[in-house]
């Protein structure tokens, strides 16, 4: 079992919650990768090749391999971009109730195992002994990094898993530890050491989960997945704050009109500082088209948007609509902290998590009597 590159099993803690930037790009990337086609010859070839390469020259050769395959297509599975590209794969054998036997005891090793040992298609349900021969990314892939690839290689293992293979811990589960934090990792997700390296031809210790054991290590997945359920709040949290620009910017054209003239000089200058800047930056980018006061607001943030409502010849057109400056002021500090933290992915704390929501709640209220009115 080759899992050099995986040295983290969750994603580094900061406070109570997980490092944002991380579990963004593992969720980001867990959205854009899926399992790569049983019959797409060229991804069994390829991982074949990394096998041979990277873990053991000795391994199986692609023509016995197909045979495998063919035999029960669930002994190897891809996971790929949306573009084909091969990010990682793992092969779990499902192993005749006398082959696991045989693994655990010594007689037989990944490179004595043959198609007799493995259970065909029509039986897979039946097997009781799983083995997991191959977690490994592809090393030449570049669409995310080493620490992505892993971890979404190991939660897309779960998944399959869990399609394939329940109730899961009616299973027995072995794997050889080809590598120290390969072997760190079966350590802490409840595997034991059966095997010595000397009491087997392959020369790695050999690990076994029973399946009294099996829930410590499906926990570990769960838990990832709940840190998944809470980032995806967030991101929901994130799309409501965009909704509450859209809305504002809308509002502040229809009250003032789409003379950009009509915006304060700071933020009109500032908008156009950005635009001059971003036709340096995109060639592509017609600086024309962002002449009009609505186009302008597109690049203005939430503060500027704030300044355009409560400056002083302008808040007279917007005070029925938001009460006291005061609070709307409160209003727009409370979501713009939230905005701040989630856009950056710091840490939030429950009380400003609290307030965020509340101002929320309340913007989206206040601007949809607004709109509905106007």
């Known amino acids: 079992m080759f899992l050099g590159s995986l040295r983290r099993i969750y994603p580094r803690r900061h406070g109570d919650t ?17 399992f790569g086609s049983r019959d797409d010859e ?48 793992f092969d779990i054998f499902p192993l005749t109730t006398a082959a696991g036997a045989d693994i655990i005891s010594g007689k037989i090793t990944e490179r004595s195992l043959t198609v007799q040992h493995i259970v065909p298609t029509a039986d897979t349900p039946s097997a009781t002994y799983l083995h997991i021969a191959t977690i490994l990314r592809n090393p030449h892939q570049r669409r ?32 050889f530890a080809q590598s120290r934090d390969g072997e760190a990792l079966l350590k802490r997700c409840g595997f034991t050491m059966v095997l010595l390296p ?8 050999l690990y076994a989960l029973r399946p009294a054991e099996t829930n410590g290590a499906i926990d570990r997945f769960e838990r990832a997945d709940e840190l998944f359920s809470s980032r995806s709040k967030i991101k929901a949290l994130d799309a409501r704050l965009e909704n509450i620009e859209l809305q504002l910017r809308t509002l502040i054209t229809s009250t003032i009109g789409s003379d950009p003239r009509q ?71 409370q979501v713009a902290a939230l905005r701040n933290a989630l856009r950056h992915s710091r840490h939030v704390d429950e009380i400003a998590r609290s307030d965020g929501e509340a101002a929320i709640m309340w913007f989206e209220r206040v601007l949809g009597k607004t709109l509905e009115a106007t």
């Open 18 to 34: 997980a490092d944002g930037s991380l579990l963004f790009a593992i969720e980001s990337a867990l959205d854009v990768v899926s």
């Open 42 to 89: 060229s991804l069994a070839s390829l991982a074949n090749k990394i096998v041979r390469r990277e873990l053991d020259k000795h391994a199986i050769t692609y023509a016995g391999y197909k045979e495998w395959r063919k035999h029960n297509p669930l002994v190897f599975t891809s996971v790929v971009d949306n573009d084909n590209q091969l990010i990682g794969f």
């Open 144 to 175: 995310f990094t080493p620490m992505v690839a892993g971890e979404v290689l190991l939660l897309k293992m779960k998944e399959f898993l869990r399609s394939h293979y329940e109730p899961l811990e009616e299973h027995t589960y072995t794997a």
């Open 198 to 205: 000397e009491q087997n031809e392959q020369h790695c210790p």
């Open 263 to 333: 915006l304060p000089s700071e933020v009109n200058e500032r908008a156009q500082d950005r635009i001059a800047k971003e036709a340096v930056r995109n060639a592509a980018f017609d600086p024309a088209r962002y002449k009009s006061l609505p186009a302008k607001l597109e690049f203005s943030d939430l503060r500027e948007l704030e300044k355009v409502i409560i400056n002083k010849l302008l808040w007279p057109k917007f005070k029925d609509r938001f009460g006291s400056h005061e609070g709307l002021a409160m209003r727009f500090g």
